[in-house]
């Protein structure tokens, strides 16, 4: 076996940049954390360093141990600088910064953003429970989201795993270490694999590049995380497949749906794996859709029943605006939850499209049926889209007062409700409407935390220390 380089000794200097100590290495890279001289900040530098090909000479230079390499060396150097410049253009919240590269020392070398967590490899070492569905994907989902943008652009990460996984203080993943990174346009990729993280085509440029590659090494990291161990080598399942499925492994502990998508991820034949990011991302939230559906079906019956318990049939209600307003408030308030107090339009729609007929005509069925039956128009989701802007716009507004009463939402919505000749039940509405709309927030944060909770890893003295932290 080939020996790894020897890193650079603490202290040395990689032009402005000053090593404090070096953090790892694998077939084809070292890394160190250094500090910043000009800005007196901390950063990561990845050294393009392949231990197979180079060796450390005392001054900090490296060399090829043998003529014969030095072609491709030279090759792979280039492709380094190459992708760390593409990579520099790519700003993603969930994928680290890459901020300038740079030539020294014979070798090639890219700067990166400090980001201070805990990496998943550091997590699943102290971890002595497995991880639960909702903190898989509170991971796994926002790494996808970065995963899809970087492929867009045509590169692969290639080295996906729990080492490379950090964890920031608040919660959030970010994909950190660069140094296997290929542009799928460059016809000469070097194979480089990480044994248990790299499907076969790693191990063979022959075989079909592209997405599946990380696809596979991310259901790897996932099956770790499940099984406290992760698979066998993909080279060695090609003629007898050892690895026991992750629908045994975690039966009876998690979902079918997450199950199946890890065994589909790891499949052997890049062919029956998820043909990318996307894919794989909306089978992983598939069930989430789902549940957001049935929140708000079950949230908007519950909450026209609190007002119909209360309230007396009469011809000054529009049934139908009644109906838009208890059907718009858990899009509305799911929508702030996830957001995260700055809901886009976007994120309105994307949840609003979720609704189907079936909501609309059981809700409004049973405030026909208690005797509210005077009507502006017959009820149709382009009636729920129409009001979301204007619910959400006082909702949001709402949130700012230092009393949650909820006032302009309820003004506006008395507006829509009710008729020219009820001015006398104006207060009576507003005053109802405050008792339905706080016990509906209340239902829909109960709720949407079943699923949609956010995990902070915590280091105490005695271990980590899993925390849930609420949306509000």
């Not at 603490?10 to 070292?30: C, D, M, P, W």
Request: charged content about 30%.
């Amino acid at each position: 076996m080939n020996k790894l380089v020897e890193p650079l000794p603490n202290n040395s200097r990689l032009a402005e940049y000053k090593v404090i100590k070096h953090l790892g290495q694998g077939g084809f890279g070292t890394t160190y954390l250094c500090t910043d001289s000009n800005l007196d900040r901390k950063c990561v530098i990845k050294e393009y360093s392949p231990h197979y090909l180079v060796e450390r000479k005392s001054n900090g230079e490296l060399r090829e141990k043998a003529c014969r390499y030095s072609g491709a060396y030279v090759k792979g150097k280039k492709s380094f600088l190459n992708e760390a410049r593409s990579l520099a253009k790519f700003n993603h919240h969930n994928i680290v910064r890459i901020n300038r590269y740079f030539e020294e020392n014979n070798t090639a070398y890219f700067v990166m953003d400090y980001e201070s967590g805990s990496s998943l490899r550091d997590i699943l070492s102290r971890k002595k429970d497995l991880f639960e569905e909702q903190e898989i994907e509170a991971i796994v989902g926002p790494l996808c989201e970065g995963l899809k943008q970087l492929h867009k652009m045509n590169l692969i990460h290639r080295d996906i795993k729990p080492d490379n996984i950090l964890i920031r203080n608040n919660g959030d993943p970010i994909l950190i270490d660069f140094g296997a990174v290929i542009d799928l346009n460059d016809a000469n990729i070097d194979v480089i694999a990480t044994p248990s993280y790299a499907p076969i085509e790693q191990y063979d440029s022959r075989f079909p590049q592209g997405p599946w590659i990380d696809i596979y090494a991310l259901a790897a990291t996932i099956y770790e995380m499940i099984a406290g161990s992760p698979p066998p080598q993909a080279i060695q399942r090609v003629e007898k497949d050892y690895l026991i499925p992750a629908r045994e492994v975690g039966r009876g502990k998690y979902g079918d749906r997450l199950l199946s998508l890890i065994d589909k991820g790891l499949a052997v034949d890049p062919a029956e794996r998820p043909h990318d990011i996307g894919e794989f991302l909306a089978l992983l939230r598939i069930d989430n859709d789902n549940y957001l559906k049935s929140i708000i079906r079950g949230l908007s019956e519950k909450t026209i029943q609190h007002f119909l318990n209360w309230a007396s049939p009469n011809d000054g209600l529009y049934a139908d605006e009644f109906v838009s307003f208890c059907i718009c408030f858990p899009i509305i308030d799911i929508s702030w939850r996830l957001g995260k107090g700055s809901p886009t339009k976007e994120l309105f729609l994307s949840i609003y499209r979720l609704l189907d007929h079936d909501i609309l005509d059981r809700c409004y069925s049973n405030v026909l049926k208690s005797g509210f039956t005077n009507y502006k128009r017959n009820i149709t989701l382009n009636t729920i889209e129409s009001r979301i802007d204007e619910y959400s716009a006082t909702y949001l507004l709402d949130r700012q007062a230092k009393e949650w009463t909820y006032k302009l939402t309820r003004q506006q919505c008395a507006r829509n409700c009710l008729s020219n000749n009820t001015s006398e039940d104006f207060e009576g509405f507003m005053n109802l409407m405050e008792d339905v709309i706080d016990r509906a927030r209340g239902r829909v944060k109960k709720e949407f935390e079943k699923t949609f909770r956010k995990v902070e890893w915590i280091h105490t003295p005695t271990g980590w220390k899993k925390e849930i932290r609420s949306f509000g």
